[in-house]
């Protein structure tokens, strides 16, 4: 009778273990040493913590006989010693929650670091204008000389990034970043400007500013991608592998997209 309890309580930890490995990479839980990050807990009775079993017990052996059990919460006798005060005052905090202290710094290093991105841009005297807006062979971009500044730093903050490489959730976690993606770049340009104060995705871009092309800036979003187009030059990370640049003269579709502006611009 007790072989066959062991053997259906070891088939039913079978089943549970294969449960446990659904949805990991390769269709099975991850083992030590196989670079895919630390081991999944797969649940055999090879499994069981011996070590641990020896150490809740006292002096090896199992305990028996009864437990005072001791009242906590509603009726329960004060301690003596203070430490109800000490336990009272950690009850709901979640372990690892930032506390307000750190909160309030994170807020002061992203101004911090939101003023220091501004004075990274500089001034826009020393951007190069023309007649027109054109693509330099160096992938930066040409601003025309009559563009209202805030075109002006549009450009100046996208010749930055330019030629940086393309990638996924670039420029969204900080301003300054080794890759950007779609919005990120979208975002940085328009942050360029003081238009924007934080990053969008293409999606957050749909309902952003006003509705229709404008004279200077006009940009084309859904939800699975954005560009825009300043001064009659294409901000886009698609094409880019081609021209090795995100500014491009070449124009491109832009069917399924929502029209959005800024306004005044």
Same mark, same amino acid.
């Given at each position: ?32 040493? !196989? ?53 009272? !005052? !950690? ?175």
């Amino acid at each position: 009778m007790g072989r066959t309890r062991l053997t259906g309580a070891a088939a039913a930890l079978a089943v549970l273990a294969a449960f446990a490995g659904c949805g990991s990479d390769g269709g099975g839980a991850a083992t030590a040493g !196989s670079g895919g990050g630390p081991a999944e807990a797969v649940l055999t009775p090879d499994s069981v913590d011996r070590d641990a079993v020896k150490r809740a017990s006292v002096d090896g052996a199992p305990q028996r006989g009864g437990r005072v059990v001791e009242l906590r919460g509603a009726g329960a006798q004060p301690p003596t010693d203070g430490s109800a005060t000490s336990a009272s !005052s !950690s009850d709901g905090i979640s372990p690892g929650a930032p506390t307000d202290a750190e909160v309030r710094a994170e807020l002061r290093q992203a101004r911090l670091q939101l003023a220091r991105f501004r004075t990274f841009l500089g001034t826009t005297a020393y951007l190069q204008t023309g007649p027109r807006a054109r693509v330099l062979p160096d992938g930066t971009a040409v601003a025309p000389d009559d563009a209202p500044e805030p075109v002006k730093r549009i450009i100046q903050a996208g010749n930055a990034i330019a030629k940086f490489p393309y990638k996924w959730g670039g420029g969204h976690g900080a301003w300054r970043d080794d890759g950007y993606d779609c919005s990120g770049s979208v975002s940085f340009a328009l942050a360029g400007a003081g238009l924007l104060q934080s990053p969008l995705t293409s999606g957050g871009f749909m309902d952003w500013g006003a509705s229709g092309p404008g004279d200077w800036i006009t940009i084309y979003t859904n939800p699975g991608h954005i560009f825009m187009v300043v001064a009659g030059l294409r901000f886009d990370t698609s094409g880019q592998g081609r021209a090795g640049t995100r500014w491009q003269e070449a124009p491109r579709s832009t069917a399924g997209f929502v029209v959005r502006s800024v306004p005044g611009l």
